[in-house]
């Protein structure tokens, strides 16, 4: 059963092909590595190949990237040997910090915001 893990990345690798990462006592088989942020020691990747997951693992690594970009919180399951520090990724997912909402209902372009047309903004009514 894949265990769970979630926070700020420190660290977004991608590398070629075979190239593995880790020590030869805990390597992984992975192109694209990541590290969370207060956990130097354990890294976790996943397979970016030309195969059936290729769609799903460039997903992955869009997550990756924005959560990265953005500071986002991320969150991954993952497989891991005990004992291991490496582990390998089989689901992401990001969640945005909670604040202010903007855009839709009561923001630029929706009901009670603003409206543009031709480059003039002009209230909504709602």
Known sequence: MPLNLSGQLSLLRVHDVGTKY???????????????????????GFQLRNDG???VRQG?????????????????DYDITS???NGTIVRVWLTKP??????GVGGIGGIGGISGVGGVLTPVNG
């Open 22 to 44: 880790g020590p030869p006592s805990d390597q992984i088989d992975a192109e694209v590595i990541v590290q969370f942020a207060g956990r130097p020691a354990e890294a976790f």
């Open 53 to 55: 997951n290729q769609p």
């Open 60 to 76: 992955m690594l869009g997550l990756l990237r924005d959560g990265f970009n953005r500071g986002w919180t991320v969150s991954i």
């Open 83 to 85: 004992g291991k520090h």
């Open 98 to 103: 909670a604040g202010p909402v903007t855009g």
